[in-house]
């Protein structure tokens, strides 16, 4: 098992090899360039990896292949090349999933801001409301998050709107407050509503009076109104102080005075406390409202002033370390510069030391063999006789 994968792992090697270094068409190999790429991802052999990937994406020049490659190798000296090819490819091909890809790589990017502009206005052109849940999910942190939320106020609020004057009911409204009760449409749908019920309230006693030839007038209200009553103490057990309000706002007309549910709602005294807790809430949700509107002014401007500090810190840092990568460069070659040069004087110096020794070598030789001439021709010559 291990002598196969050893055979194996040579033989991706020799491919990549081959690919690497073959000066015909590329694309005769691609796909051996792509499975041997795979294969050595697969086996973590990433440093050999690195540049099969590069040059997959060079000639494959597709977005998937372009999107892995800065996913696996964001270090890359390489990334710099496929970040510029993959943001000229989507900022204007109009493609929310290049779009969002290309963003998420590198979220720090030179050009997410931009390419998030970009995305977003696509988004807004969609205007729906699963297109801005669906921006909010992918970017929450983002400053066009706070515009997509405010989106999906808008339009369930033109949705309820719609659907409430279509079916002339006002129970699409109430779905509205209860599911975005922070919503700055809030108070519209509040008053919509209130003035739609005590409409159809209207219609429904006038229809009563002309239908029903055995009932009065005033037990049609007597009805109405005790079912607005009942209604109103659901609502404020539910804890739905806005609904419960509307009711008790509606119970309050005119032409529920002589009514009987009237009578007992101005007579309880939990009706009393009611309508000051009702009033309290009210003061505390316009107030609520305007600290929201400054906390949405406010935390829209923190976000965007954040990442665009945080976009210069980036690039800030990445010409730093440019920077201080030149300087180590030069220190590197102009020490290597000092060193071959003293290596060349030492060696010169060791030269001429070597020719004075000879030299001084030779004198004495010659002075030696001079000597033994002199001391031979006056017949003294021995071994261990010394120049005169």
Same mark, same amino acid.
């Given at each position: 098992?291990?002598?196969?994968?050893? /055979?194996?792992?040579?033989?991706?090697?020799?491919?990549? @090899?081959?690919? /690497?270094?073959?000066?015909?068409?590329?694309?005769?190999?691609?796909?051996?360039?792509?499975?041997?790429?795979?294969?050595?991802?697969?086996?973590?052999?990433? !440093? %050999?990896? =690195?540049? +099969?990937?590069?040059? +997959?994406? &060079?000639?494959?020049?597709? #977005?998937?292949?372009?999107?892995?490659?800065?996913?696996?190798?964001?270090?890359?000296?390489?990334?710099?090349?496929?970040?510029?090819?993959?943001?000229?490819?989507?900022?204007?091909?109009?493609?929310?999933?290049?779009?969002?890809?290309?963003?998420?790589?590198?979220?720090?990017?030179? #050009?997410?801001?931009? @390419?998030?502009?970009?995305?977003?206005?696509?988004?807004?052109?969609?205007?729906? /409301?699963?297109?801005?849940?669906?921006?909010?999910?992918?970017?929450?942190?983002?400053?066009?998050?706070?515009?997509?939320? !405010?989106?999906?106020?808008?339009?369930?609020?033109?949705?309820?709107?719609?659907?409430?004057?279509?079916?002339?009911?006002?129970?699409?409204?109430?779905?509205? /407050?209860?599911?975005?009760?922070?919503?700055?449409?809030?108070?519209?749908?509040?008053?919509?509503?209130?003035?739609?019920?005590?409409?159809?309230?209207?219609? %429904?006693?006038?229809?009563?009076?002309?239908?029903?030839?055995?009932?009065?007038?005033?037990?049609?209200?007597?009805?109405?109104?005790?079912?607005?009553?009942?209604?109103?103490?659901?609502?404020?057990? &539910?804890?739905?102080?806005?609904?419960?309000?509307?009711?008790?706002?509606?119970?309050?007309?005119?032409?529920?005075?002589?009514?009987?549910?009237?009578?007992?709602?101005?007579?309880?005294?939990?009706?009393?406390?009611?309508?000051?807790?009702?009033?309290?809430?009210?003061?505390?949700?316009?107030?609520?409202?305007?600290?929201?509107?400054?906390?949405?002014?406010?935390?829209?401007?923190?976000?965007?002033?954040?990442?665009?500090?945080? @976009?210069? +810190? %980036?690039?800030?840092?990445? @010409?730093?370390?440019?920077?201080?990568?030149?300087?180590?460069?030069?220190?590197?070659?102009?020490?290597?510069?000092?060193?071959?040069?003293?290596?060349?004087?030492?060696?010169?110096?060791?030269?001429?030391?070597? =020719?004075?020794?000879?030299? !001084?070598?030779?004198?004495?030789?010659?002075?030696?063999? #001079?000597?033994?001439?002199?001391? %031979?021709?006056?017949?003294?010559?021995?071994?261990?006789?010394?120049?005169?």
């Amino acid at each position: 098992m291990k002598r196969k994968f050893i /055979i194996e792992h040579f033989a991706i090697l020799g491919v990549a @090899a081959v690919m /690497i270094f073959y000066p015909y068409p590329f694309s005769l190999f691609a796909i051996d360039l792509e499975k041997a790429v795979e294969m050595l991802e697969a086996s973590e052999d990433f !440093e %050999t990896a =690195e540049p +099969l990937a590069f040059k +997959l994406t &060079q000639e494959k020049n597709e #977005h998937y292949y372009r999107i892995a490659f800065l996913k696996n190798y964001p270090s890359s000296e390489f990334a710099e090349i496929v970040y510029m090819q993959t943001w000229k490819d989507v900022k204007d091909s109009g493609n929310m999933a290049k779009l969002q890809s290309f963003v998420k790589v590198m979220p720090n990017g030179e #050009h997410s801001m931009e @390419a998030l502009d970009i995305l977003f206005s696509l988004y807004q052109q969609e205007n729906t /409301i699963l297109g801005y849940q669906d921006y909010i999910k992918a970017f929450p942190n983002s400053p066009q998050a706070v515009s997509a939320l !405010e989106g999906i106020y808008r339009l369930a609020f033109e949705r309820a709107k719609t659907q409430a004057d279509k079916l002339k009911s006002v129970a699409f409204f109430d779905e509205y /407050i209860r599911t975005f009760p922070t919503s700055p449409y809030i108070e519209e749908a509040v008053s919509k509503a209130e003035a739609m019920e005590y409409e159809s309230i209207q219609e %429904t006693i006038d229809s009563f009076t002309v239908k029903n030839v055995f009932s009065s007038k005033q037990e049609q209200k007597e009805a109405v109104a005790r079912k607005l009553y009942n209604e109103m103490r659901k609502w404020q057990k &539910q804890n739905q102080l806005l609904i419960g309000q509307r009711k008790y706002n509606l119970l309050r007309k005119d032409i529920f005075v002589d009514t009987t549910a009237y009578t007992e709602m101005m007579d309880r005294e939990e009706t009393i406390a009611f309508r000051e807790s009702v009033l309290s809430f009210q003061n505390q949700t316009t107030q609520q409202m305007k600290d929201l509107k400054q906390l949405y002014r406010q935390e829209s401007q923190r976000i965007v002033d954040t990442l665009r500090q945080e @976009a210069q +810190l %980036t690039r800030a840092s990445i @010409a730093d370390l440019s920077y201080e990568k030149g300087r180590l460069a030069d220190a590197i070659n102009s020490q290597t510069d000092t060193m071959v040069e003293e290596a060349r004087r030492s060696s010169y110096e060791q030269q001429q030391m070597l =020719e004075q020794a000879q030299e !001084e070598s030779r004198r004495e030789a010659e002075k030696s063999r #001079h000597c033994a001439e002199v001391l %031979t021709k006056k017949g003294k010559y021995t071994f261990f006789s010394g120049c005169p």
